[in-house]
């Protein structure tokens, strides 16, 4: 079975994977009916595979790096060749509107477009001698079999942006994908498998039993590396789960991400970076700008331009022509954004527009904007996930640079300002992995994503990515 260019394959592969006794229940968020059923991998199931992949793990690595690049190539080309397909699937079981979905399938190949040909570049390094007689030099050495657990919000890209970088060092990696959204993922192993990456290197476990698989992947000895997004919390305790058998981890976990825009900013890039920042997905990414920071001088042009253009924002199923803003991923979630902005607005934040539940449906949230939010507000200290900008006024750049900083995150901060002076001076003053200057799209797999403080451990996509899947070895050779 392949994909192949119309909606009538998604079908067939939606029948091809469904297992009608299997545990895995997958709902369309717009209207939380059944997707598919399809099977629950049981720790047993997975402590076996891992086993295989551990066996597999030598082959692999001693490929050539051209050979896995060639493969990776493959891949890639599957994945685009497939794009509308792919994206179809993700909004079927993400919500995400389609045109975005048809994004994302993009941003998922560059990352493995991009690690096949980092492949290549693993270089060690020779290291002068202090002393004649003896040859210095490193190794960079794949760490071994590698496990990921991804999340929901980005079902294909955030895949392969760990699979493309550990397959590229000589990795074998095994996925558990969210339980919301295995489809891609199983779309993509299948696409794997046509490029010749077989199972014992490239495994796909959905699961009911996300914490016993969990426990699995850290406790394992045969897993040698655990790269995780999610939630800061989850991710502390599978930091402490880890620490057992002192595994290399990647962590990319929440954020609080400030949008800072002064007085001299430069008005229509402002808004167009804040809308493509705070309501991508729905508001539902790590990245997505939590908390708008806005100076006195220019905030009522800004909420006024804001208002205006939040608006006219297209509200509806992922698979409508024209929509921008789909649904939440769950009840749940929408529940949470609903709370958070009720309390903020019971604690005196004003609704510009939006404010509730969209006609749409059940997890359909308004695009909000909300001004009049304090620091000492939940709002203004919880990751809203959801299509809520958030607004508090302020009047220096050093109280903006203070209330920046002042949270546990530390993934992405923005700024818009015309002085190049400032530029300069809120690049080195903000402490966060990543920082929009004057923009509000920063991801790109070339550049290194990840953050600092309790937003994360390790870097993904760029030069870097690679390195996390890559161990040191030095070698003294004596009698050269
Ligand atoms: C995320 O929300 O975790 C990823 C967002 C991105 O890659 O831009």
Redesign the pocket.
Known sequence: MAFGSDLVEVDDFLREISDPDGALEVLNPADATLVARVRSFSADDVARHIATMNDAWPSWRSESAKARSIRLKAWNDLILANSENLARLVTLECGKPLAEARGEVA?AAAFIEWFAEEAKRAYGEVIPAPVSGKNLFTLRQPVGVAAAIT?W??PL??IT?KVGPALAAGCPMIVKPAEATPLSALALEHLAREAGISERVFKVVPTVAPVDIGDVFCRSTEIRKLSF?GSTPVGKILLEKCASTVKRVSM?LG?NAPFIVFDDADIGPAIEGAIASKF??AG?????ANRFLVQDGIHDQFVSALVDRVRQLKVGRGEEEGVQIGPIINEAGAQKVENLVVDAVNNGAHVECGGGRHSAGMSFFEPTVLTGVTPDMTIFNSEIFGPVASITKFATEAEAIRMANATPYGLAAYFFTEDRKRISRLNHALEYGMVGANDG???TEVAP?GGVKESGLGR??GRQGLEEYLETKYVSASGY
């Open positions: 941003y999340p919000n980005f890209a955030m942006r997004t990319e954020g991508r997905n539902q990414t790590c990245v997505c799209m920063i991801s994503f993904e996509g």
